[in-house]
């Protein structure tokens, strides 16, 4: 991460799923962003039949502005036919004349339309290119490793940047200079003194019109697989030998390797099947909800709990890590009910980190209480705070892929949600109130 941009003259940028979400809330904004210091040439790829004109009035009715600093080209291609995609290269040899110095092509699509499109990008590659890939990367081991075989057919790894927003979140990218850089942290970073780690990512809201897709993957597969395991891989790595990011890699990829499942609740918003049916689409015990409760096989975190949990319609949309350490061995200054130290990175709604200690009321009383110390990295470092989107770009500008998934981290990922998949198939499915703050096999 600490490499330095690559001030690229000018660079091409291929937006697929250009009509989608994604694209409008973050992908045009991080490019009004780099077009600040990057010259951009954007095509938009949809189906939806929009001239220049009439996409930038589309975005603007979600109050979207795409810069009039970036040079614009909308053209209808339906990338689910083999043919149309197959024009995108003669296409792009019109819109920048191959004077460009990169192409990037960012797939804000489903996975299964990855393979036809990397093929047709890959024909010529006269000029340099890196393709974007959104998760999900397969739904299960076996079709990762089908998808990726059909990748690398087509394309180097270097010119594959698989995506994880939440890796290029500030106060994730920063759980290791934080850890490392401290060495009070990283002297007591393991069982001996920490008696829980846990990732938490809650959201007040349903699934909305990722129905389809949301029914076949399931919060496990949606959150768990991806984000909640590349963060906690973070938390329990051992310590790499250098800041060399394949060595860091490698780490990140056995700490995945060394988790053990021991439980999990399973839960389900109580309106979701109503949904289901007013899409049409049958009742299904997909789970909206999940906490898993993990032991890792290394020797570091023996003893150590190690919860993962997401879920939606909850009560609040927040998302943390929080290592909680022991009480004891306690002094004479606190007892069986003084609150134990926390450590908590804050990722959403705010990015920030605090430390949970007691202290001493004052002179003349006994009494303690919790405090927080607190650091804001967006007050400290108000000028390099990025959104996630941004960081993203820029990086697969560079020639290290600093944020970007190896396929053997993946490969680890799959291997511990389709244990744990299995292990859950007869776990019962708790059906909640939207608004739940906890869920458990009492609650409704």
Known sequence: ?????????????????????????????????????????????????????????????????????????????????????????KKLDDFDKQKTDLRLFYLATSSKYFSQIAKAISVEKQIPIKILFEKPFGTNLKSFKKLNSS?????????????????????????????????????????????????????????????????????????????LLQVVSFILMNPPASD????????????????????????????????????????????????????????????????????????????FIQLTYKKDPCTVYCDSTTPPNKLTVNIQPTQNVDLAMNMRLNADTNEYRHVLLNFYPSCEFKANTKESYQTIIEESMKKEKAIFLTSEELEEAWKITDKLINDIKSNKLVIYATGSETINESTK
């Open 1 to 89: 991460m600490n490499e330095p941009i690559e001030q690229k003259k000018e660079i091409t940028f291929v937006l697929f799923g250009s009509t989608g979400d994604l694209a409008k809330k973050k992908i045009i904004p991080a490019l009004n962003e780099i077009v600040k210091h990057t010259k951009i040439n954007l095509l938009c790829i949809g189906r939806r039949p929009f001239n220049e004109k009439e996409y930038r009035e589309y975005l603007a009715k979600d109050n979207v502005f795409l810069s009039e600093e970036i040079k614009l080209k909308y053209d209808v291609i339906d990338f689910r036919k083999e043919g149309d995609v197959e024009s995108i290269t």
């Open 244 to 319: 060399d990011m394949r060595k860091i890699k490698i780490q990140k990829k056995h700490a995945i390797s060394k988790l053990k499942h021991v439980r999990s609740t399973i839960g389900q918003y109580e309106t979701y099947v109503a949904e289901l049916k007013q899409k049409g689409l049958p009742e299904s015990r997909t789970e909206t909800y999940v906490e898993s409760e993990f032991i890792s096989t290394n020797s570091r975190w023996k003893g150590t709990k190690i919860l993962l949990r997401t879920g939606k319609n909850l009560k609040e949309k927040k998302a």
């Open 151 to 227: 990748l690398i057919k087509y394309l180097t790894e270097e010119e594959i940047c698989r995506v994880d927003h939440y890796l290029a979140k500030e106060t994730v990218n920063n759980v290791l200079s934080l850890r490392l850089s401290n060495p009070f942290f990283e002297k007591t970073w393991n069982s001996k003194f920490i008696e829980e780690i846990r990732v938490d990512v809650q959201e007040n809201f349903g699934v909305f019109d990722r129905l389809e897709y949301y029914d076949e993957a399931g919060a496990i597969k949606d959150m768990l697989q991806n984000h």
